[in-house]
């Protein structure tokens, strides 16, 4: 079984960092992708960023230039770099991971790790 654990929330001032991370553990023998999803009360859960084996990766419009996801893929660890952060980025940010397991691709979730921008 696959299993994925952020960290790195908290509460941050308009303006300020923070870091997300999420290890993906378990019978994992490849990664297809990664990515940070968020959501916000009352609103679907949308993509924030994610990023795929070999390729570049992509980010919701509202984060271009603010946010820098990466990966360690001996780690199996993927990173998101959140600066300049603002009131709307409040929200439970969720780590997805798409992984081979048996004869398909599955995704899997973390639990969310809570993010609140405010002064």
């Known amino acids: 079984q696959v299993q994925l654990v952020e960290s790195g929330g908290g509460l941050v001032q308009p303006g300020g960092s923070l870091r997300l991370s999420c290890v993906a553990s378990?019978?994992?023998?490849?990664?297809?992708?990664m990515g940070w999803y968020h959501q916000a009360p009352g609103k679907e859960r949308e993509l924030v960023a994610v990023?795929?084996?070999?390729?570049?990766?992509n980010y919701a419009d509202s984060v271009v230039g603010r946010f820098t996801i990466s990966i360690n893929n001996a780690k199996n660890t993927v990173y998101l770099q959140m600066n300049s952060l603002k009131p709307e980025d409040t929200a439970v940010y969720y780590c997805n991971a798409n992984i081979p397991t048996g004869y398909s691709d599955n995704d899997y979730w973390g639990q969310g790790t809570q993010v609140t921008v405010s002064s």
């Open positions: 990023i795929t084996s070999g390729s570049s990766p």
């Open positions: 378990g019978r994992i023998f490849k990664i297809n992708r």
